[in-house]
């Protein structure tokens, strides 16, 4: 079975810093990688994906992830944040059957 | 287009009642999810749908049942509420097996509480 780990659970900081949240998995196969993101009170959306191709993949909002095959991860950066960014981030994870499998989470505060 | 409608948004019930979950997309996916989120512990998968009359369990399917209607409906039901299923839902849809390369798209959520 398939899981997934997010490093962070809270990471606080400050608008216009730099953004790296982990995202590792274990699973030996072929994978499908996401990320998405929940706004306070909203649902979860897609910030971006991999299925295959160019490792480094762009997505919405300035983010940015890379899929490195060799660690088994799939981290997600943006260079500089805004008071906006403040959600959570979810790292989710599928092979070739019908199962998200997704990270606990990482809460992300920006203060203005 | 509404995307995946959930209903109700807020739920309280107590010890023992029963209650279903209500889940619609107009996107014509073919597949169609249940997660619980619990602090610290991401989305669980409860139950899911890669077609109409098909259903299977996922991660956490103990005292869920589930029904797929037709294409477009995906109900949860619990049949006796007990206070570990409070939580939030989310009904989720894909076009085809996320497996496949498609990603999930999420209803606004059910926030239930059980007393």
């Known amino acids: 079975a398939q899981s997934v780990s997010q490093h962070n659970h809270h990471v606080i900081l400050s608008e216009a810093a730099s953004l790296e949240l982990g995202c590792n998995y274990s699973?030996?196969?072929?994978?499908?990688l996401f990320w998405y993101v929940q706004y306070p009170g909203q649902h979860l959306q897609l910030l971006l994906k991999?299925?295959?191709?160019?490792?480094l993949v762009k997505g919405i909002k300035g983010f940015e992830a890379e899929f490195i095959k060799s660690k088994f991860s799939f981290n997600l950066r943006k260079p500089s944040v805004q008071w906006s960014d403040t959600a959570e981030y979810f790292c989710?994870?599928?092979?070739?059957?019908?199962?998200?499998?997704f990270g606990a989470g990482t809460t992300v505060t920006v203060r203005a | 287009n509404a995307g995946v409608t959930q209903t109700p948004k807020f739920q309280v019930l107590k010890t023992g009642q029963s209650m279903t979950l209500q889940c619609a997309q107009d996107m014509n996916h073919n597949s169609m999810y249940w997660y619980r989120q619990d602090p610290g512990m991401g989305l669980r998968l409860i139950h899911y749908?890669?077609?109409?009359?098909?259903?299977a369990k996922g991660e956490v399917p103990d005292g869920y049942n589930v029904s797929r209607l037709n294409k477009r409906e995906f109900s949860l039901r619990l049949e006796s509420a007990a206070p570990s299923q409070t939580s939030v839902y989310f009904c989720?849809?894909?076009?085809?097996?996320?497996?496949?390369?498609?990603?999930?798209?999420f209803g606004q959520g059910t926030r239930l509480t059980v007393v």
């Open positions: 989720a849809s894909s076009l085809d097996r996320t497996g496949g390369g498609t990603e999930a798209f």
């Open positions: 991999y299925f295959s191709g160019d490792p």
């Open positions: 989710a994870v599928s092979s070739n059957d019908y199962k998200l499998s």
């Open positions: 699973y030996g196969g072929t994978v499908n």
């Open positions: 749908s890669v077609g109409e009359g098909t259903t």
